[in-house]
């Protein structure tokens, strides 16, 4: 039975330990994050409503990036104002 609970309790905290941030530029990679976390954790969507050819930067994207442990996105060829941002952030 201790073995069990010591089992659960490092399955938990494993689990609990993945989930720090997962930032997406696109709706496009959200739905492809998004199905590959399923149950793991929610990726949050940096630019919606917004494609990323045409990005209207705020300082909530700016904090959802700083925080973010992980970000994805297409690159400064489809995604040019964000690369600033992005290159300025050591992680």
């Known amino acids: 039975m201790f073995r069990v609970f010591v089992f659960s309790m490092f399955s938990l905290m494993s689990t609990l330990g993945w989930s720090q941030g997962l930032v997406v530029s696109t709706h496009p ?9 399923k149950g793991v954790e929610e990726p949050q969507l940096l630019l919606q409503g917004q494609s990323g050819h045409d990005v209207q930067l ?15 996105w297409l690159g400064k060829a489809h995604e040019a104002p964000l690369n600033k941002l992005l290159s300025n952030n050591k992680k």
Not at 29 to 37: G, R, V
Not at 58 to 72: E, G
């Open 29 to 37: 990679i959200y739905l492809i994050a998004k199905e590959i976390t």
């Open 58 to 72: 705020t300082p909530a994207h700016r904090k959802a990036i700083n925080d973010a442990s992980l970000v994805i």
